[in-house]
């Protein structure tokens, strides 16, 4: 059974820090892309970074790049998420899940229908 358990959520000022984990199981975490996610309720979920499986490249949305990071361990089956200069809309419920690449897509698309519960990041002084 494929499982994704987010964590490393909390509530923080802006300017703050924090950083996400994505512990996985039931799959073979290395031959993956993995993504992270967010999500404001009545919103749809958007992709926010992804790492290749291969030589762990990453790419961004505009709105994250030079403040997130994201990295995997693969002996671990997990990826993070180090969230730097916090703002305000970044306040959101953050998922990962594992990714595979689509022809014509900038970030690798969900290959599992399975969904963690997420961890909820708040950002507020």
């Known amino acids: 059974q494929v499982q994704f358990v987010e964590s490393g959520g909390g509530l923080v000022q802006p300017g703050g820090s924090l950083r996400l984990s994505c512990t996985t199981s039931?799959?073979?975490?290395?031959?993956?892309?993995m993504n992270w996610y967010r999500q404001i309720p009545g919103k749809e979920r958007d992709v926010v970074a992804s790492?290749?499986?291969?030589?762990?490249?990453?790419q961004y949305v505009d709105s994250v790049k030079g403040r997130f990071t994201i990295s995997r361990d693969n002996a671990k089956n997990t990826v993070y998420l180090q969230m730097n200069a916090l703002k305000p809309e970044d306040t959101a419920n953050y998922y990962c899940?594992?990714?595979?690449?689509?022809?014509?897509?900038?970030?690798?698309?969900?290959?599992?229908?399975?969904w963690g519960q997420g961890t909820q990041v708040t950002v507020s002084s």
């Open positions: 899940t594992a990714g595979v690449p689509h022809p014509g897509m900038e970030f690798p698309l969900a290959a599992f229908p399975s």
């Open positions: 039931g799959f073979t975490f290395k031959t993956y892309a």
């Open positions: 790492i290749t499986s291969t030589d762990h490249s990453t």
